[in-house]
């Protein structure tokens, strides 16, 4: 359904957006990097920018260009995983392991990943007031059939919500100011 909203997604991979097109009908599909968005100065009202954070080189250019494009007040919608999850901090705090720099770090399209705080931090840095925290999952794929097993999801629906620093993925939203 229509309602006036105008959407525009974009990707730099060609067949991501021939994909998309095809399978979600609607938005204009553009073509493009984060680093350098082709779009006039103050001309969008919100971003979305879910999981891109980890894959630029410099999140400067990127949190720049999203400020650029925003209007004054816009919202940002923002994710990125989180190397300092709750097992990692479990980790560190039991055994004295360091943080991973990287979730996975044979992960090679994540070029940086942030830190719940660093990440916070950063969008601060960047000229964004963040307004909520939200936490996209507290645990990894294998302990789900356990956590299942013991009925405890509504736990985890409790931390992704309460405490967003040990999520495995960290959503922001966060405002241009």
């Not at 994540?110 to 925290?133: C, M, P, S, W």
């Amino acid at each position: 359904m229509d309602h006036g909203h105008k959407v525009i997604s974009m990707d730099i991979a060609p067949d991501a957006l021939r994909y998309a097109a095809i399978r979600y009908p609607g938005p204009r599909y553009v073509r493009a990097t984060g680093e350098c968005l082709p779009f006039c100065s103050e001309s969008f009202d919100s971003v979305t920018a879910f999981e891109v954070l980890e894959h630029i080189e410099h999140a400067a250019l990127l949190l720049n260009e999203i400020r650029r494009v925003l209007k004054p007040n816009g919202d940002v919608f923002i994710s990125t995983p989180n190397p300092g999850h709750l097992w990692n901090a479990l980790r560190h705090w039991l055994r004295g392991a360091p943080y991973p720099e990287k979730i996975d770090m044979n992960n090679i399209y994540h070029l940086k990943e942030y830190h719940y705080d660093e990440f916070i931090q950063l969008l601060n840095q960047y000229g964004f007031t963040v307004r909520a925290r939200f936490g996209q999952t507290i645990l990894l794929r294998p302990f789900n059939p356990l956590f299942a097993r013991l009925r405890l999801f509504k736990l985890q629906e409790f931390l992704r919500y309460w405490i967003p620093k040990y999520a495995v993925t960290v959503v922001a939203h966060a405002v241009k100011t």
